[in-house]
């Protein structure tokens, strides 16, 4: 994908927390995934998770700081795709 970038150095985050949480949710795939994030959108953070066994998963995540005018709050977000 072009969009894709290598993650941000201030955008970074604890893949290994993430796997850790990953590994208790029935139906997610399981390994460490790349990471690599969308160069599109300050407002939301936008990742791409490939596992080793070729699935993809985008991580959308709130910015570090305080919200950009016009952000959403991802709170709301994530009860909407619940």
């Known amino acids: 994908m072009e969009d894709l970038i290598q993650v941000r150095e201030d955008e970074r985050f604890d893949v290994d927390a993430l796997v850790a949480w ?3 949710v029935e139906g997610l795939p399981g390994g460490v995934p790349r990471v690599t994030q969308f160069s599109g959108g300050k407002a939301n ?3 791409l998770l490939t596992f080793p066994g ?11 700081g305080p919200l950009a005018e016009g952000s959403h709050d991802m709170v709301r977000e994530h009860r909407v795709l619940s």
């Open 22 to 24: 990953m590994s208790g």
């Open 54 to 64: 070729g699935e993809e998963l985008v991580l959308r995540r709130p910015p570090l």
């Open 45 to 47: 953070l936008t990742y």
